[in-house]
């Protein structure tokens, strides 16, 4: 089974990214990063734990984690059994089958367009290491870097790099991450020292 295809297990975690059709933009404003995180919110983060995430103008990354079994057999309609971690990987994608959509629809009503605006499936990657995963985290705060956005994480607005500087709320699990990390003056140096110019073990 190709890596792309792979199910959202309960328990797994996941690098998950996709990008919009053609040459189009998911975000055209930034009421739209806000209005798509609004939607994550309520459509996702019941359903997965996230620890990083970049939203670009044509494409997004994710990094997250498939609630326990349990936790996701209580929030399924009561029409709709989970009764194997298929089943709940399953109701997993149907969330972001439903997020997606809920964006689109009203992404679509805004600028008077119609059709697909998402690559028609959601990429994953298994993400089964501590140091890919410090990769992928660091992967994604740069990815507006090396897109030529900003000179540094912190100047990009729409990442979760800025969300680990700061003690507001966030919807990132903010302490699991620096935890993995080695703790907040760890992660903080570990990307300041970070070069993605010379970053080749991401494989997309």
Same mark, same amino acid.
């Not at 009561?78 to 997020?99: E, G, I």
């Not at 089964?128 to 660091?138: E, P, R, T």
């Given at each position: 089974?190709?890596? $792309? ?26 009421? *739209?990063?806000?209005?798509?995180? $609004?939607?994550?919110?309520k ?9 990083s ?32 971690? $298929? ?15 809920a964006?689109?629809?009203a992404?679509?009503?805004?600028? *008077?367009r119609r059709?697909?605006?998402f690559? $028609? ?25 090396r ?31 620096i ?26």
């Open positions: 089974m190709q890596n $792309d295809f792979i199910p959202l297990l309960p328990g797994q975690v996941y690098h998950l990214y996709n990008h919009a059709v053609g040459s189009e933009n998911l975000f055209r404003e930034d009421a *739209n990063y806000l209005y798509f995180l $609004d939607l994550y919110q459509h996702i983060v019941p359903v997965c734990r996230t620890y995430y970049a939203l670009m103008p044509n494409h997004f990354h994710l990094l997250a984690q498939v609630r326990p079994m349990e936790l996701l057999s209580s929030l399924a309609p009561s029409r709709k059994r989970l009764d194997t971690p $298929d089943d709940a990987a399953a109701f997993v994608m149907q969330q972001f089958s439903n997020f997606f959509n964006y689109a629809k992404y679509n009503k805004r600028y *008077n059709g697909a605006l690559v $028609d499936y959601l990429r994953r990657k298994l993400v089964d290491n501590a140091h890919y995963f410090q990769q992928v985290v660091l992967y994604h705060h740069f990815n507006p870097v897109h030529d956005f900003c000179e540094t994480p912190l100047d990009y607005r729409f990442s979760s790099y800025p969300a680990y500087l700061s003690d507001q709320p966030t919807l990132i699990e903010r302490q699991v991450v935890a993995r990390f080695g703790g907040r003056e760890a992660f903080i140096a570990r990307h300041q020292g970070y070069d993605w110019r010379t970053d080749d073990d991401l494989d997309f």
